[in-house]
């Protein structure tokens, strides 16, 4: 009986739209400049935040090292000042030094004085060093030359009377070769002397050298000796990891895209009603009834999306629980049969389970 009396059903599901009869207008387009003006913003606030999170106080045994906002530059941004302070020991030594150099500037400056007349001078003094042995005039060889003088004119005495004792006179070759085993051993002697004269002659020179070069340089490291002193430990801060450079929000691909997708949306809905009503009219235009179930009484989760020409209102819900099996499933779009009642009480029609039904065909779309 239900199925003869109403041939024709039409579910209706789909998108929402303003209105079934009128297409949707497009949503107004963005203002681009504000959005890049917040997203540069953004930008500067998020740089703002970073620096922040990278002016990070730190604390040692020797000083701190903490920072703190001094104002504002041209810009508008935080100018912050990097305060060093020393912990109070190493303040206490940092003062001792100061005071003990100032008092030590005016005894190395009479130290410099002296110094700087000895540096004046062309390096050591080559003619103080010892150039005599043991009397004024004489070497070290000449020295030990005149104290082997006597012995070699004893030797030489000696030689020439053990000869004539024995018979050799002078002239003969016996003569001659003892004489001149004699000068061997006495020039062999005379050369020794010299040669020690000589090496002592030279550490003498050596040493006095040493002590020239010693009375010069004393008076330099004096001054520098008075210069040094308890220094100042200076804190040794550790690298602090740098904060991410993190971009503010990107407000102007935001808004883009937002408004890409109301476009969208517009686009679809008014795609969605005009395929609703071609498939309406080119029903209608058959002839065929298009009854559905309409009775408020058996949907839920109604929400009024738009309106026909002639004052219907068109809605969006779903179908109760015990009548999905029948009308459908999901979301559907559609009117109310109490209301289409009141203006086209031809187009509705009761169920034979008691509920109203409403022909779309007679609804003048």
């Known amino acids: 009986m239900f199925s003869s009396k109403f041939s024709t059903l039409m579910i209706l599901n789909g998108a929402a739209g303003k209105s079934l009869c009128n297409k949707s207008d497009p949503p107004p387009p963005p203002d681009y400049a504000a959005a890049a003006k917040e997203t540069a913003a953004g930008n500067l606030e998020a740089a703002r935040a970073t620096a922040a999170a990278n002016r990070v106080n730190q604390v040692t045994p020797y000083g701190n090292l903490t920072y703190s906002i001094s104002g504002k530059d041209s810009y508008g941004n935080d100018m912050y000042t990097a305060n060093q302070t020393l912990t109070p020991n190493q303040q206490r030594i940092l003062e001792q030094n100061q005071g003990l150099n100032s008092g030590l500037l005016n005894t190395a400056q009479s130290g410099l004085n002296y110094a700087n007349n000895i540096l004046s001078r062309p390096g050591v003094d080559l003619s103080q060093l010892p150039q005599i042995g043991i009397n004024p005039g004489e070497t070290y060889s000449d020295a030990i030359m005149r104290r082997l003088a006597p012995q070699i004119a004893q030797e030489s005495q000696s030689s020439d009377a053990q000869l004539a004792n024995q018979g050799i006179a002078p002239g003969t070759e016996a003569y001659n070769n003892a004489k001149r085993t004699l000068a061997m051993s006495q020039n062999d002697r005379q050369l020794g002397a010299i040669t020690s004269g000589m090496n002592v002659g030279m550490g003498a020179n050596q040493q006095a050298f040493n002590q020239q070069a010693y009375n010069q340089m004393q008076p330099i490291n004096v001054i520098n000796a008075l210069r040094t002193g308890s220094q100042v430990q200076n804190p040794n801060y ?116 008691g509920y109203k039904l409403v022909d779309y065909s007679l609804l003048g779309a």
């Open 238 to 353: 550790v690298s602090v990891p740098q904060q991410a450079n993190v971009a503010g929000p990107d407000i102007l691909g935001a808004t883009n895209a937002q408004y890409t997708n109301q476009v969208n949306a517009t686009n679809a809905a008014n795609a969605g009603a005009g395929n609703f009503m071609g498939g309406l009219m080119n029903l209608a235009s058959t002839g065929a009834q298009l009854y559905t179930g309409s009775d408020q009484s058996i949907k839920e989760n109604i929400i009024k999306i738009g309106s026909l020409d002639n004052g219907i209102n068109i809605y969006k819900f779903e179908y109760r629980s015990e009548y999905k099996d029948t009308w459908g499933h999901g979301t559907h779009i559609g009117v109310m049969a109490q209301e289409v009642e009141k203006v086209i009480p031809e187009a509705v029609a009761i169920h034979k389970d």
